[in-house]
């Protein structure tokens, strides 16, 4: 934990404070602080109060089973996600209100009602049912961010057919090993997608995946590029969107769902070279996801709600999709990137659609405050009335920056701690209750335990760092990793018995606010993304001239965290600077931009200790310029002196 208390040290300083602005207080979804005991007090009752404001087929009879580590929630109720995220609101004369507004990278936009949502979701769903679709069959998504994306999860959400959505950033081998992990068999993909205009082969990544996927029946294309993309369709699997809804009917019966049938799995990073697919379930993860974002966004029914993430990832289908979505309220879909046609592409959007809440992620705000306040200043940003931010821990300088010049001084900003793992929003300030201050998440959301322990899991007294668990089961958390109860266990059950070990380090303060400061395991945290240093290691053996590859994240400050690796190459082979591009290229290809290395230092030697593991933490060190930590057990301890030497040199 040497690390962590080196970062405290820089946190202890921060002292400015936010109060709750009184005209916020005033009209907010919650602003009484006995809700905190209440909820702690009672927590089942607490959460099953949410769960009552769902609309079930069937009521639950028992509100939670737990016999750790695998926790049921709301036993024996039946509801339907698709229902709950559209029907119930066209009941509710909400049919003409704008569900989806979405924007095209290119300039096109369009608008769905509740009424245009709920039907195109039904066309498709009698769409996949044409082709065989029934409850519990899995289908993968690999797709742009465009309206077909929404509605194909409601689609599968209203059969009972749990979706994986791919990341469109992801490369054809990530596609295919998630694809095989979990059996899928339909892939919907589309001819393209656009980023900084150019064009995306998500098509051409799909067919190279489809070569060695024995599940894949068939796959749905949508047209969102045209001509341009020069696709080739395969006949018998291939088929195009249109086609597949020209004749279906507008209506579909919503599956009566258990509240544990699972809902989706989505593939994440962990400590291990293979991905995780997280499990998460239909009660459970809808009553969090709602809960959460009318409390912390205090979401009202004329909002204009806006989250940047891409559906691709956790942010996207909470925040985006369903949180939202099941509150009947409206949310903001962009397709593209921040600089794209110009750096002011998010307060154009926020301007045009008069966006009143935004939840977006450090690195964005980084970015934006490089490209400077000039971008934000020449746009009408006065609907906002809420910020949000969440993916890994927010500088208190791009706190200030966000506040000032996107909030104008006004809006509360809610730092949200969670993870894919966690479903929804665990640690973060309610704006009506909470005063909050720049680089912590503040307190667990009401019925949440949030505690900060040692490793000998006794809480840490005010002021140390430890590790971040939680010791009570919320409703949304992950149920497993698919088709490995073993791995579930251990990765998240072991480290303390009954208690779910987060992988973050925090620091807890003499307020009991919570500062959460990184990842303590071999997870790297690079622009809000998350990447296991032992997946880059193994696409980098995986290249003919390299013998031995270790990976780190150094800081970085606009991404957070950049991937450094060091290289041992095979004999005969000599390091170049072609060779360090080449194997740059051969990270993505592997896995995808993100894992790309930014660096890469060929090396002789890799300090390990004495059972032959590698020490990260030192090579940590020495990317990042820093007094070399323990070295005591380091099988060969003069060699990491001359490593260090040599790539100081190198910089
Ligand atoms: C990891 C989870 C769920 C949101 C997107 C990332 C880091 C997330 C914060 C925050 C400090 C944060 C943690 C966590 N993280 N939010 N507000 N402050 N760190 O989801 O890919 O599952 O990653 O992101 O390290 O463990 P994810």
Same mark, same amino acid.
């Given at each position: 934990?040497?690390?962590?208390?080196?970062?405290?040290?820089?946190?202890?300083?921060?002292?400015?404070?936010?109060?709750?602005?009184?005209?916020?207080?005033?009209?907010?979804?919650?602003?009484?602080?006995?809700?905190?005991?209440?909820?702690?007090?009672?927590?089942?009752?607490?959460?099953?109060?949410?769960?009552?404001?769902?609309?079930?087929?069937?009521?639950?009879?028992?509100?939670?089973?737990?016999?750790?580590?695998?926790?049921?929630?709301?036993?024996? /109720?039946?509801?339907?996600?698709?229902?709950?995220?559209?029907?119930?609101?066209?009941?509710?004369?909400?049919?003409?209100?704008?569900?989806?507004?979405?924007?095209?990278?290119?300039?096109?936009?369009?608008?769905?009602?509740?009424?245009?949502?709920?039907?195109?979701?039904?066309?498709?769903?009698?769409?996949?049912?044409?082709?065989?679709?029934?409850?519990?069959?899995?289908?993968?998504?690999?797709?742009?961010?465009?309206?077909?994306?929404?509605?194909?999860?409601?689609?599968?959400?209203?059969?009972?057919?749990?979706?994986?959505? +791919?990341?469109?950033?992801?490369?054809?081998?990530?596609?295919?090993?998630?694809?095989?992990?979990?059996?899928?068999?339909?892939?919907?993909?589309?001819?393209?997608?656009?980023?900084?205009?150019?064009?995306?082969?998500?098509?051409?990544?799909?067919?190279?995946?489809?070569?060695?996927?024995?599940?894949?029946?068939?796959?749905? +294309?949508?047209?969102?590029?045209?001509?341009?993309?020069?696709?080739?369709?395969?006949?018998?699997?291939?088929?195009?969107?249109?086609?597949?809804?020209?004749?279906?009917?507008?209506?579909?019966?919503?599956?009566?769902?258990?509240?544990?049938?699972?809902?989706?799995?989505?593939?994440?990073?962990?400590?291990?070279?293979?991905?995780?697919?997280?499990?998460?379930?239909?009660?459970?993860?809808?009553?969090?996801?709602?809960?959460?974002?009318?409390?912390?966004?205090?979401?009202?029914?004329?909002?204009?709600?806006?989250?940047?993430?891409?559906?691709?990832?956790?942010?996207?289908?909470?925040?985006?999709?369903?949180?939202?979505?099941?509150?009947?309220?409206?949310?903001?879909?962009?397709?593209?990137?921040?600089?794209?046609?110009?750096?002011?592409?998010?307060?154009?959007?926020?301007?045009?659609?008069?966006?009143?809440?935004?939840?977006?992620?450090?690195?964005?705000?980084?970015?934006?405050?490089?490209?400077?306040?000039?971008?934000?200043?020449?746009?009408?940003?006065?609907?906002?009335?809420?910020?949000?931010?969440?993916?890994?821990?927010?500088?208190?300088?791009?706190?200030?920056?966000?506040?000032?010049?996107?909030?104008?001084?006004?809006?509360?900003?809610?730092?949200?701690?969670?993870?894919?793992?966690?479903?929804?929003?665990?640690?973060?300030?309610?704006?009506?209750?909470?005063?909050?201050?720049?680089?912590?998440?503040?307190?667990?959301?009401?019925?949440?335990?949030?505690?900060?322990?040692?490793?000998?899991?006794?809480?840490?007294?005010? /002021?140390?760092?430890?590790?971040? +668990?939680?010791?009570?089961?919320?409703?949304?958390?992950?149920?497993?990793?698919?088709?490995?109860?073993?791995?579930?266990?251990?990765?998240?059950?072991?480290?303390?018995?009954?208690?779910?070990?987060?992988?973050?380090?925090?620091?807890?303060?003499?307020?009991?606010?919570?500062?959460?400061? /990184?990842?303590?395991?071999?997870?790297?945290?690079?622009?809000?993304?998350?990447?296991?240093?032992?997946?880059?290691?193994?696409?980098?053996?995986?290249?003919?001239?390299?013998?031995?590859?270790?990976?780190?994240?150094?800081?970085?400050?606009?991404?957070?965290?950049?991937?450094?690796?060091?290289?041992?190459?095979?004999?005969?082979?000599?390091?170049?600077?072609?060779?360090?591009?080449?194997?740059?290229?051969?990270?993505?290809?592997?896995?995808?931009?993100?894992?790309?290395?930014?660096?890469?230092?060929?090396?002789?030697?890799?300090?390990?200790?004495?059972? /032959?593991?590698?020490?990260?933490?030192?090579?940590?060190?020495?990317?990042?310029?820093?007094?070399?930590?323990?070295?005591?057990?380091?099988?060969?301890?003069?060699?990491?002196?001359?490593?260090?030497?040599?790539?100081?040199?190198?910089?």
């Amino acid at each position: 934990m040497t690390d962590l208390n080196a970062d405290i040290e820089s946190l202890l300083t921060e002292n400015r404070s936010f109060l709750p602005p009184p005209e916020f207080v005033r009209q907010a979804n919650v602003n009484d602080p006995l809700i905190y005991e209440q909820a702690d007090a009672n927590f089942e009752e607490y959460w099953s109060n949410w769960a009552t404001q769902l609309d079930w087929f069937k009521k639950w009879n028992e509100t939670l089973d737990w016999n750790p580590p695998f926790a049921k929630w709301f036993i024996n /109720g039946k509801l339907n996600v698709s229902y709950n995220c559209l029907d119930r609101h066209l009941q509710s004369g909400r049919r003409n209100k704008a569900a989806l507004i979405w924007e095209g990278e290119p300039g096109d936009w369009k608008v769905y009602t509740f009424g245009d949502l709920h039907r195109e979701v039904c066309r498709f769903a009698n769409g996949l049912k044409s082709l065989g679709v029934k409850k519990g069959d899995r289908i993968t998504m690999y797709m742009p961010m465009i309206p077909e994306l929404t509605i194909a999860m409601l689609a599968c959400a209203r059969i009972g057919a749990p979706h994986s959505i +791919v990341f469109g950033g992801f490369s054809s081998e990530s596609l295919r090993d998630r694809i095989n992990d979990c059996g899928s068999k339909i892939l919907i993909t589309a001819d393209g997608g656009y980023r900084r205009g150019q064009i995306i082969p998500l098509k051409k990544n799909s067919d190279e995946a489809l070569e060695a996927t024995p599940s894949i029946e068939k796959s749905i +294309v949508v047209k969102r590029i045209g001509e341009k993309a020069k696709v080739q369709m395969k006949p018998d699997r291939d088929i195009w969107w249109d086609d597949l809804v020209r004749d279906a009917p507008y209506t579909f019966e919503a599956e009566h769902m258990d509240s544990e049938d699972m809902l989706f799995v989505l593939y994440t990073s962990g400590t291990t070279g293979k991905p995780k697919g997280v499990v998460h379930t239909t009660g459970g993860y809808l009553t969090g996801v709602y809960a959460t974002t009318k409390w912390v966004f205090d979401l009202k029914d004329d909002d204009v709600y806006w989250c940047t993430a891409d559906i691709g990832w956790i942010t996207g289908h909470s925040y985006i999709v369903y949180g939202p979505l099941a509150n009947g309220a409206t949310t903001v879909m962009y397709e593209g990137s921040p600089d794209f046609p110009d750096k002011d592409r998010f307060w154009d959007i926020i301007e045009k659609y008069r966006c009143t809440i935004l939840y977006t992620a450090p690195t964005a705000i980084r970015a934006c405050m490089r490209w400077g306040e000039e971008y934000p200043a020449k746009h009408d940003l006065s609907s906002l009335r809420l910020l949000g931010t969440v993916g890994e821990p927010i500088n208190p300088e791009a706190w200030i920056w966000y506040h000032t010049n996107i909030g104008g001084s006004r809006c509360p900003i809610v730092d949200t701690w969670w993870q894919t793992e966690t479903g929804s929003i665990l640690i973060t300030p309610l704006a009506g209750l909470t005063t909050t201050i720049p680089g912590s998440a503040t307190k667990p959301f009401p019925g949440i335990r949030a505690e900060v322990w040692d490793a000998n899991g006794n809480p840490v007294s005010p /002021g140390n760092g430890g590790y971040l +668990v939680l010791t009570r089961p919320w409703p949304s958390m992950i149920r497993t990793i698919y088709g490995d109860n073993e791995r579930f266990k251990e990765q998240y059950w072991t480290k303390y018995p009954n208690t779910y070990f987060t992988g973050d380090g925090a620091k807890i303060d003499e307020n009991g606010y919570i500062w959460v400061l /990184g990842r303590v395991d071999d997870v790297i945290n690079v622009a809000g993304h998350r990447i296991s240093t032992m997946e880059v290691e193994s696409a980098l053996v995986d290249h003919s001239s390299v013998a031995e590859a270790a990976s780190i994240g150094r800081s970085d400050s606009l991404k957070g965290q950049a991937v450094v690796s060091f290289v041992i190459l095979k004999d005969a082979i000599s390091s170049s600077k072609i060779l360090e591009d080449e194997l740059k290229a051969h990270v993505t290809k592997k896995i995808g931009a993100i894992a790309r290395p930014d660096k890469i230092f060929f090396t002789a030697d890799l300090p390990k200790t004495r059972s /032959g593991k590698i020490m990260r933490r030192l090579l940590r060190d020495i990317a990042e310029g820093h007094v070399l930590g323990d070295t005591t057990t380091l099988a060969d301890a003069s060699a990491i002196e001359l490593l260090k030497d040599q790539y100081e040199d190198a910089e």
